[in-house]
T-cell receptor, first 112, second 115 residues
Framework: AQTVTQSQPEMSVQEAETVTLSCTYD???????LFWYKQPPSRQMILVIR??????QNATENRFSVNFQKAAKSFSLKISDSQLGDTAMYFC?????????FGAGTILRVKS | SQTIHQWPATLVQPVGSPLSLECTVE??????LYWYRQAAGRGLQLLFY??????ISSEVPQNLSASRPQDRQFILSSKKLLLSDSGFYLC??????????????FGPGTRLTVL
């Protein structure tokens, strides 16, 4: 069974600093997709970034980038130049067929 | 562009009362539809998903049921609510055609409190 583990329940970072959120997953599949979603206090789920497992190049979206280590089954999210609006709960997700399996989430607080 | 609606936004119900939460999607056809529950401060638990009208798959045995009477309408129901049904319910959709991955788009959610 596929599982997704986020080992950091809460993290904080100073504005303009860089922070990395960890995610590990377990699967026997060779081709799959991984996602990071953000849930701000409004509770609206927003897709942050997507990674295709067969691509070795790490995905990047503006200030957000991932460190994808397929052999280690690790998929961390790096947020550069953190902004107050980045304060949210972040979920790592693994695609399984038509469905996503989510981790428990990491609460990120950006401090001014 | 595609949009997804959920209502009501907030609901307070007594134990033992029925429940009906509605989700509708606009701007797309034949989507995959999903119901999730999120307990306070926790992750998302997939409850049901549907690949078409009348086709419902249940992920977790529970007090809830789902129906898809129309292509872009997904309803979450219960005949008798339990205290443990309290939580934040999210509906999501994903496209089938032209996609190799399952990017899901979420509605604004319904906060359900069972007293």
């Amino acid at each position: 069974a596929q599982t997704v583990t986020q080992s950091q329940p809460e993290m904080s970072v100073q504005e303009a600093e860089t922070v990395t959120l960890s995610c590990t997953y377990d699967t026997s599949e060779s081709n799959y997709y991984l996602f990071w979603y953000k849930q701000p206090p409004s509770r609206q789920m927003i897709l942050v970034i997507r990674q295709e497992a067969y691509k070795q190049q790490n995905a990047t979206e503006n200030r957000f980038s991932v460190n994808f280590q397929k052999a280690a089954k690790s998929f961390s999210l790096k947020i550069s130049d953190s902004q107050l609006g980045d304060t949210a709960m972040y979920f790592c997700a693994f695609e399984r067929g038509n469905k996503l399996v989510f981790g428990a989430g990491t609460i990120l607080r950006v401090k001014s | 562009s595609q949009t997804i609606h959920q209502w009501p936004a907030t609901l307070v119900q007594p134990v033992g009362s029925p429940l009906s939460l509605e989700c509708t999607v606009e701007g797309t056809s034949n989507p995959n539809l999903y119901w999730y529950r999120q307990a306070a401060g926790r992750g998302l638990q997939l409850l049901f998903y549907s690949v078409g009208i009348g086709q419902i798959s249940s992920e977790v045995p529970q007090n809830l049921s789902a129906s898809r009477p129309q292509d872009r309408q997904f309803i979450l129901s219960s005949k008798k609510l339990l205290l443990s049904d309290s939580g934040f319910y999210l509906c999501a959709w994903s496209a089938k055609a032209g996609k190799t991955y399952n990017e899901q788009f979420f509605g604004p959610g319904t906060r359900l409190t069972v007293l």
